[in-house]
């Protein structure tokens, strides 16, 4: 018995100071989840207040909702390390304690697209736009994928 004993207080010396020593090291990670949650968020945010023509306080309530699981948003509808600018139809998320800026801006024809990190406003000019027109004819009677139209399941 005093084996068993022994080997389960070495068991949980062991495990104990384990977990321990593991809460102490610093997380590398944390660097890329922020940078990853600021370029979903000014993704978001950008399709939300520029393809979606949603109010700020839209956004954070629906599009950033879930962003809880992951630490949460980077700030409020009534400001945070965050900035929009209405003439260029972009977003930037982030910079100092909330990870590298990430900026989304909205082209022409396709929505809003996340920019590298690095990239800054000045270099929307150079990202896509399609200036390819819509497809001829109600959509609604074109065929998927051209069009609205999806044929009944069977």
């Not at 080997?7 to 062991?14: G, R, S």
């Not at 980077?74 to 600018?85: E, H, L, R």
């Not at 024809?109 to 996340?114: K, Q, R």
């Not at 800054?120 to 609205?148: E, H, K, R, V």
Request: hydrophobic residues 40%; charged residues 20%.
């Amino acid at each position: 018995m005093s084996r068993s004993l022994w080997l389960i207080c070495l068991y949980w010396l062991f495990g104990v100071a384990g977990q321990c020593a593991l809460a102490d090291e610093p997380d590398h990670l944390e660097a890329n989840r922020k940078m990853i949650r600021n370029g979903v968020q000014a993704v978001l945010m950008c399709n939300g207040l520029f393809t979606s023509h949603r109010t700020l306080e839209q956004v954070f309530e629906q599009e950033l909702a879930y962003l809880f699981r992951f630490g949460g948003a980077v700030g409020t509808a009534s400001g945070g390390d965050y900035f929009v600018d209405h003439e260029r139809r972009a977003v930037g998320v982030g910079g100092d304690t909330a990870g590298a800026r990430i900026h989304a801006a909205f082209r022409e024809g396709i929505s809003c697209v996340v920019m590298a990190p690095g990239q800054g406003l000045d270099d929307i000019d150079s990202l896509p736009i399609s200036t390819m027109p819509p497809p001829a004819g109600d959509p609604g009677t074109i065929p998927w994928p051209d069009g609205d139209l999806v044929p009944p399941v069977r």
